[in-house]
């Protein structure tokens, strides 16, 4: 399979607009598994960007997606409004 720089350069744009906003991020474990984390986009960087996951828990972390990730739809981003 083969990326287009300009379709990743597009979603790097358009997550970059959304900095700071709440994100619900869904993603495929396999064998018809999903996993739903609700979170806010950080920062983007060259070739990733990090969410802050807001969970039940008192625990914050921050995890990071690649933009390929996105392309791929290995996750798929709704943003809240």
Do not use: H
Not at 69 to 81: A, W
Request: charged letters at 30%; glycine letters at 4%; proline letters at 1%.
């Amino acid at each position: 399979m083969m990326y287009i720089k300009k379709d990743i350069s597009q979603i790097k744009s358009d997550i970059t607009r959304f900095i700071g906003s709440k994100v619900w991020l869904e993603s495929g474990k396999g064998k018809q598994k999903t996993s739903i984390k609700k979170g806010i986009i950080e920062n983007t960087y060259p070739s990733i960007f990090t969410v802050l996951l807001c969970d039940d828990s008192d625990a914050r972390r921050t995890i990071s997606y690649s933009y390929t990730d996105v392309l791929t739809k290995t996750i798929e981003i709704t943003v809240c409004e």
